[in-house]
């Protein structure tokens, strides 16, 4: 479609599609957030639908980005792929507590309201769907998605709920939003393995795209969760990524890699890290474990501790 075809049909979509409330609208009385931009956001399924299904009507693509707020560049990055690819971009903002253990960081994971509006402005975010926690999970909610495949082992060994937990959110994101493409960071290996498998095994009718590591500039993997970290952390965190580097290069030789990892975790623990809780190469697809001989694409990928904030990061080979 052209250029100008395409805004002449969005703008008519706008005119149609029920109003989502912006900076500029009336904030609901039941809102906690007042809005602060320009971008539109719905906190209803019903009025999710009725904006998408008008979309749809002018013949638009959607996009999809799955986010739980406290936005950085990463974040960002996917919401460029989802305006690149589709004409139309909607990102979820839920923090979503079916994927926190009672021991976890639910009740202070960072909430950035006003910001991320502010950032989603900048990267032509058509729409945020933010909704409470009742509109998501009902009273007498009672079904969850249980992942097995990709989600056996690494995460799973340390955090047992977890891929159920955004297993069953993004189902329900999918069924909610109905886009053409979702996408998902690389940061989070398993999570986009496991999300492939379950699109894939229930016949959900979108493609999920996966998209690269967006890194500080020492190489650090940008997470929302890096703000817990005191600078002396900051400044030893780049190790995780320096060496699941290391373990990779010694990987792609074909080298039995058991060394590099021993190696690996002694310089984790040396940096700092109090507990490592995995650091393995595995199958890139399967994420089974795998030979150093087998001739499968192979992915490092490792998860550690630093004070108080847990660190994942992987890398291909
Ligand atoms: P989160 O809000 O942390 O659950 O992440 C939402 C989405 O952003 C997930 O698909 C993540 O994999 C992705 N993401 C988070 N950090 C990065 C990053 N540094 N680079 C690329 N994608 C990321």
Redesign the pocket.
């Known amino acids: 479609m052209a250029k100008a075809t395409r805004e002449t049909v969005a703008s008519k979509a706008r005119k149609s599609a029920p109003k989502a409330r912006t900076g500029a609208g009336k904030p609901a009385a039941a809102s906690r957030r007042a809005p602060t931009s320009a971008v539109p956001f719905t906190r209803t399924v019903r009025d999710l639908r009725q904006i998408v299904a008008a979309w749809r009507k002018a013949g638009q693509s959607v996009g999809l980005?799955?986010?739980?707020?406290?936005l950085?560049d990463?974040?960002l990055?996917?919401v460029r792929i989802a305006k690149r690819r589709c004409d139309r971009a909607v990102v979820s903002i839920f923090v979503n507590p079916a994927q926190f253990a009672p021991n976890e960081d639910f009740d202070t994971y960072p909430r950035t309201w006003d910001n991320d509006l502010a950032q989603l402005a900048t990267v032509g975010c058509d729409l945020v769907w933010s909704p409470e926690r009742l509109e998501m999970y009902p009273e007498g909610f009672d079904t969850r998605i249980e992942p097995k495949g990709a989600a056996l082992g690494l995460e799973t060994e340390f955090r047992p709920h977890f891929f159920s937990g955004v297993a069953t959110v993004c189902c329900k994101l999918f069924t909610q939003v109905l886009p053409d493409i979702a996408?998902?960071?690389?940061?989070?290996y398993q999570?986009?393995c496991v999300i492939r498998q379950m699109v894939r095994d229930l016949d959900l009718p979108l493609q999920i795209v996966g998209?690269?590591?967006?890194?500080e500039a020492d190489g650090l993997?940008?997470?929302?969760r890096n703000r817990y970290l005191t600078p002396d952390e900051r400044a030893k965190a780049v190790t995780i990524h320096r060496v699941i580097s290391s373990v990779a290069t010694a990987a792609a030789k074909g080298q039995d890699t058991s060394a590099v990892v021993a190696a690996g975790r002694k310089r984790l623990t040396q940096a700092g890290f109090a507990k490592i809780d995995y650091l393995e190469v595995r199958d890139a697809q399967t994420l089974a474990p795998l030979e150093a001989s087998s001739p499968r694409e192979k992915r490092v990928l490792a998860a550690a501790w630093l004070g108080q904030t847990r660190l994942i990061d992987n890398v291909a080979v």
């Open positions: 980005v799955p986010t739980m707020g406290a950085h990463g974040h990055e996917l996408i998902f960071g690389e940061k989070d999570q986009l998209a690269e590591t967006i890194r993997a940008m997470s929302s």
